[in-house]
Nanobody, 123 residues
Framework: QVQLVESGGGLVQAGGSLRLSCAAS????????MGWFRQAPGKERDFVAAISWTGAGTIYADSVKGRFTISRDNAKNMVYLQMNSLKPEDTAVYFC????????????????WGQGTQVTVSS
């Protein structure tokens, strides 16, 4: 079992930055691939970024590539999403997720989900 709690969301102007954090419970955190997804109002939940068990491998959605960076600290049971050059279209609820597989982009492959944190980017 893994419990996930996101934090760090908020309101930011376009061009600004935010850093999302996801705190995970459980002693086997390092055995889970981690990912971030987002859901805008009226839209489906979309993949944003994923990171491997060790942090050596990452993958990003084309829409955030070059602007967002996913990272993890297995000693602290934490995963992060650094978001730079934010755009109004980045406005969404951001979810952290854990998968028994590594570097997963498909939502149904994730086993555990957080409650989400709201990110709002004003123009």
């Amino acid at each position: 079992q893994v419990q996930l709690v996101e934090s760090g969301g908020g309101l930011v102007q376009a061009g600004g930055s935010l850093r999302l954090s996801c705190a995970a419970s459980g002693r086997t955190f390092s055995r889970y691939g981690m990912g971030w997804f987002r859901q805008a109002p009226g839209k489906e939940r979309d993949f944003v970024a994923a990171i491997s068990w060790t942090g050596a491998g990452t993958i990003y959605a084309d829409s955030v590539k070059g602007r967002f960076t996913i990272s993890r600290d297995n000693a602290k049971n934490m995963v992060y999403l650094q978001m730079n050059s934010l755009k109004p279209e980045d406005t969404a609820v951001y979810f952290c997720a854990a998968s028994e597989r590594s570097v997963v982009v498909v939502e149904r492959e994730y086993d555990y989900w957080g409650q989400g944190t709201q990110v709002t980017v004003s123009s």
